[in-house]
Each structure stands twice: as C-alpha cells, then as structure tokens.
C-alpha cells in the first residue's frame, strides 16, 4: 500500500466533495497552497502533526484518512487467497512470502486469517494444495515453522473475533493443526466442548418458524437447507469413516447401500460429486480385504460409474433441494476470481480421484482379483 497517494488521493476527494478550494484548506492548516498540491499529486506527505488536523477537517477517522482498510470484502479476501493458493502450486516459497505479507497487512481481517491458516496447514502436511503432494520443482517449507504460523494465526482470530460462528471455525481448525503435529490430547481438548454442546435442531427449527411468521420465507429457507446439508454431510461422512474402520463386510455392504440412498434422494451430487466415487473405493477395500470377490468388484465397478457420472462445475442452486443457497454454494457469489479458483479445485479434485481408481486397479491386489473382467478394461488401458 502506497500512504502518500493514498493520503493525497483521500485530501482531494474530500477536498471536492466539500467544495473546499486548495487555498482556503491551505489558510486553514497554515500551509502553502503548494503544499496542498504537492500532497495531491502524492509528490509528498503531510507533516504528521498535520495529521489529526487534516483528519478533524474533514470528519474522517486516521484510518480513513490514509484510505485504510484492514478488512477486505468477501471477494477481495476471495480474490487474494485464489492468488496466493495458485502461486503455492508453483513457488511455495514465494507464496508463503506472500501469505506472511498479506496476514500482516489485514492482521484483523479474520476471514482472510481463516483462509490463510488453512493453507499454511496444508503446506505443513507436505502439500502445494489440498489435492497434490509438493515436488521437487515447487519445493517445501519446514512442516513446524508453518504450522506454528497457522497456530498464530488463528490464535489472533480467536483474539480479535465476535461472531460465533467464526470462533467456532478457529476453535476447529485449530484442533486440525494440532491433530496434524500429533497433539491429539490438545485437539480432543479443543473438541469436545465444541461436540458436546446443547443440540441446536430444536433452535434452527423454532427460528425458521419465527421467520415465516415474520413473511420471511426466504430466511426460513436458507436456514432449513443449510441445516439439512449440514446434517446430510455429516451422516455421510461419518458412514465412510466407520466403513474405514472396519473390517466388517456386512457393515460395508449395509453403509454403501444407505450412503447410495441418502445421496440420490438429497442430490448431494450437486453438492459433493465425488463422495460416491470416494465411498465407493471405500466399501470395495473392505470387501477385498474381507475376501468378498463378487462384492469388491462390483463396489470398485461403482466408483468407475460415480466419477463418470460427475456433471463438472453444477451449480448446487440448480437443485430444487438447495434452490435458497446460492449465496453459500455458488463460488460466483464471491467474484470471478474464486470462481475460477473453485472450478479448478474442482478439476483437479476429478483428476486426483481418476488417478486414485487407475492405480487400484492397477495394483497386484486388485490385478489378481479383476483377472479379465471386462468392466475394468478401460481402466486399465
């Protein structure tokens, strides 16, 4: 940020709107009309005993004064950290010099603080995105120093936050970042007053009818939807985990099968598009494991479907279930910028998953299992 144009740029707006000439600001201020002009060109800045004086003038706080604005708008803050992520998959390096600049310059932007903790994260697990592992063309940070960052950070969010929600967010990606270095007892810690609080359904349900009393059904919409994805997210979610954790076929079996159902009759394929394909790859390892043949292959033949179904970029709003949060779901909300961003998440995320099958496949487990089943062909080609 430059504070000279910004100091003279804000002198003569103010100047105008005011209808003030350079003279009669000079002759108040006891300066050289000169001076004035010098300032408004940014040729040079104000003496900073002026400063108060300058800023009492025109009913403007110091901040306002040097056009200084901490906190950035949802795009802007969108448009920042798509830039920085990008840079990331390049230069680490070079982004992290950046995300540093950028925590410094908007220390009390918690939205943006948020952002920039997660990737520092990300980084700390040896990765230039949440999808691909760093190399040696993009080079790697020291795992410690960048989650320390990330810890300092959300530390300052936690600080300086009001809203609830937001500390809610910093309290559990904080627990993440501890999770990550191996400080479980920390991050269970952090949990479990977050876990074990008061059930909020019967709120969010007593409020959307207060909303519809008040005609105000769109609210009453929005906060019924994102409490159903909320609650469809998480028992998806929570069905893979268990899947994951167990050896056990017929719970394999019964967890894909209701995972299927809740999927397709709450489109969440507008929503998450990959959890099939994910669940799928899933149930198919345990069933191999398991030595149920017949049943890891048709699992692993599900998870070819799912990403071939994939419709890529929908637009959530699209569906009738999520028709009143477009401005949670859809990333063009926030700008072009994190809309191209989010799109080549996307893309990335659909690659990763079809690079993850190919190398099931092709795996000696699996190549002794499929033989010369047909469905797998392609794959393998």
Request: aromatic letters at 6%.
């Amino acid at each position: 940020m430059n504070a000279a144009i910004n100091i003279g740029r804000t002198i003569a707006r103010e100047r105008r709107r005011m209808g003030v000439t350079q003279e009669i600001l000079a002759d108040h201020l006891g300066v050289s009309k000169a001076a004035i002009s010098k300032w408004e060109l940014g040729q040079s800045l104000p003496d900073v005993a002026l400063l108060p004086r300058i800023a009492a003038y025109f009913s403007l706080t110091l901040d306002e004064l040097f056009d200084w604005h901490d906190e950035l708008t949802d795009e802007a803050c969108a448009e920042v950290y798509a830039e920085v992520y990008a840079l990331g998959a390049h230069d680490v390096a070079a982004a992290h010099e950046r995300l540093r600049a950028l925590a410094s310059e908007h220390y009390s932007d918690v939205n943006l603080l948020l952002m920039l903790a997660s990737l520092l994260t990300v980084w700390a697990a040896g990765m230039t995105t949440p999808f691909s592992p760093a190399d040696e063309g993009t080079g790697t940070l020291d795992a410690a120093m960048l989650t320390n960052e990330a810890l300092a950070l959300l530390d300052r969010v936690l600080e300086v936050a009001s809203e609830p929600s937001t500390l809610f967010l910093a309290q559990q990606q904080k627990a993440t970042a501890l999770f990550q270095i191996g400080k479980h007892e920390e991050a269970a810690a952090l949990l479990e007053p977050l876990v074990h609080r008061q059930d909020a359904s019967a709120s969010t349900m007593l409020l959307a009818s207060a909303y519809r009393k008040l005609d105000r059904d769109n609210e009453a919409l929005e906060l019924l939807q994102a409490e159903r994805l909320r609650a469809a997210s998480f028992v998806l979610s929570s069905l893979m985990q268990e899947v994951g954790m167990r050896d056990d076929a017929a719970f394999a079996r019964a967890a894909g099968d209701a995972s299927e159902a809740v999927f397709k009759a709450l489109d969440m394929g507008s929503v998450n598009p990959l959890f099939m394909a994910t669940m799928s790859l899933e149930v198919a390892e345990t069933l191999r494991r398991t030595g149920e043949k017949e049943g890891a292959l048709d699992a692993l033949a599900c998870a070819v479907d799912a990403v071939d179904a994939i419709q890529v970029h929908q637009n959530p709003s699209d569906s009738s279930l999520w028709d009143h949060m477009a401005g949670r779901l859809d990333p063009a909300q926030a700008g072009e910028a994190w809309a191209e961003h989010k799109a080549s998440q996307a893309d990335e995320a659909i690659a990763l998953m079809r690079q993850a099958i190919a190398e099931r496949v092709s795996s000696p487990e699996w190549r002794e299992l499929i033989g010369d089943d047909s469905r797998f062909s392609r794959v393998l080609g």
